[in-house]
């Protein structure tokens, strides 16, 4: 019973451990998004004639 | 209760079950990264850009020649369709490529795709990749480009006035991480690219080719723009009237660093009344010919890569007008480009690679030019090149029928 319950706590932790590197990995590329997103430049070229 | 740092890491480990801790969670956490990268790309797909989104296209009315350059924002650099069966010609070049006056505005080689409609029974179509201001690098992106193109033929156009000044050397460095991208097999470029490009140039560069997400970020950039111009302070739905042609004095007002300054007046800055006709030629006699320069590093590398390259290539140099080439000082100025053009091309041979060192205003009739260097009347050159590609095709066999029409049949 208590052996069940150890093993039930490792695969909670070992789940939680996934969840949370999955979820930092899903934020982390979002960041990345968002920061390319944000650098690349918008604004127009204007041709000064030289 | 959390107290220090510490506290902070056990909280998180205890949520977070200790998620980056070892190199295989760390490992498992850039997989995911690159996961949600990739999903931003099928969650939120975008429509690439269409030809009508570069304004000079609508100068352009023949359908099988169209400028293929995006923004000068865009990463994506160029839009390279497959044409199919046609021989597609990828012609490169600066604002030379235009044909500028008070009746009509065109493209030189749209015009001298009418001329050449239609090769070994194939239509002919023209990438053009117009680089506006474009500097001896953009160039060599731009030909990196096309020769990772379906392109059946280069022609590149190597204005004087920029080819080997080498305080000007890019222009256009969002084409940077595209460019990584086709050199990254080879090896000989990578001296080139280290000059050049920042690591993040070659980082997105390499992701672009996988990941739609960072490839298409300038057309998510301008979505996301749309959504946020009322945070702006700047009014673009009701700009103030044009004020017209400023004077040089007002240039200068309007410039937004000394840079400016420096790029248009480096030359003469004593010069008050300095014309357009001086300017340019002290462009051209600020060509450095010393040897060993990254202008010549550029140019050897342009013309190893099209020597190396398995379709024909053909380079020239647009003309000076010929009243500025009665003048011994262009003349004396240009024939030291041409002569370091000459022996730099000597040293990349290629079976398929014709290199035209000689300016086209040394054999061209009279032109009408805008300056000394941007025709307004594009026939007679229209004609030689015609001649030129057609003749280069069938020496090198490329091909076995090619006619130029003359200019009368030509629609």
Known sequence: MRRAATNKGKVMNRLRKYFGEAAIGLVLGGLIFLALVATVGTVPFIYQGY | ?411
């Open chain 2, 1 to 411: 209760m959390i107290h220090d740092v510490k506290d902070a890491q056990a909280e998180l480990d205890r949520l977070a079950g200790g998620a980056g801790k070892g190199p295989l969670s760390l490992l498992r956490i850039v997989a995911w990264m690159f996961v949600g990268l990739l999903l931003i790309g099928f969650a939120w797909p975008v429509a690439q850009p269409k030809y009508s989104d570069n304004k000079y296209n609508h100068k352009i009315l023949d359908p099988l020649a169209k400028i293929v350059t995006l923004d000068k924002n865009d990463t994506r650099g160029f839009k390279r369709p497959n044409h199919g069966k046609a021989f597609t010609i990828a012609w490169i070049g600066p604002s030379t490529l235009q044909s500028i006056s008070k009746t009509s505005y065109t493209f030189i080689p749209a015009d001298v795709r009418k001329r050449i409609p239609v090769i070994d029974g194939r239509n002919v179509v023209v990438d053009i990749y117009f680089l506006s201001g474009a500097r001896i690098m953009d160039l060599y992106a731009a030909t990196q480009a096309a020769l990772h193109s379906r392109a059946d033929m280069i022609v590149l156009d190597l204005n004087p006035l920029w080819v080997y000044n080498d305080t000007e050397l890019q222009g256009w460095s969002n084409l940077n991480g595209l460019t990584a991208s086709h050199i990254i097999k080879s090896p000989s470029q990578w001296s080139l690219g280290a000059q050049f490009f920042s690591p993040e140039d070659v980082l997105t560069g390499l992701a672009a080719t996988k990941i739609p997400a960072i490839r298409d970020r300038w057309t998510y950039a301008q979505k996301v723009r749309n959504h946020l111009s009322w945070f702006s302070v700047l009014n673009e739905k009701t700009p103030p009237p044009s004020s017209g042609p400023l004077s040089p004095l007002q240039q200068v007002a309007a410039m937004t660093d000394p840079l400016q300054f420096w790029v248009k007046y480096r030359f003469s800055p004593t010069a008050k009344n300095q014309s357009i006709a001086d300017r340019q030629l002290a462009f051209l006699q600020g060509a450095n010919l010393s040897g060993g320069t990254i202008s010549d590093d550029v140019v050897s590398h342009l013309f190893g890569i099209l020597a190396g390259a398995k379709i024909p290539a053909y380079v020239y140099v647009p003309p000076l007008s010929q009243t500025a080439l009665k003048d011994p000082r262009f003349s004396a100025s240009l024939a030291k480009i041409e002569n370091h053009l000459a022996a730099q091309a000597a040293q990349h041979p290629g079976p398929l690679l014709l290199v035209n060192s000689q300016s086209l205003g040394r054999v061209l009739p009279p032109m009408e030019f805008n300056d000394i260097v941007h025709v307004a009347k594009d026939g007679p050159m229209v004609t030689y090149l015609a001649h030129a590609i057609c003749n280069h095709l069938l020496n090198t066999k490329t091909v076995q029928h090619c006619v130029v029409l003359p200019p009368t049949k030509a629609k």
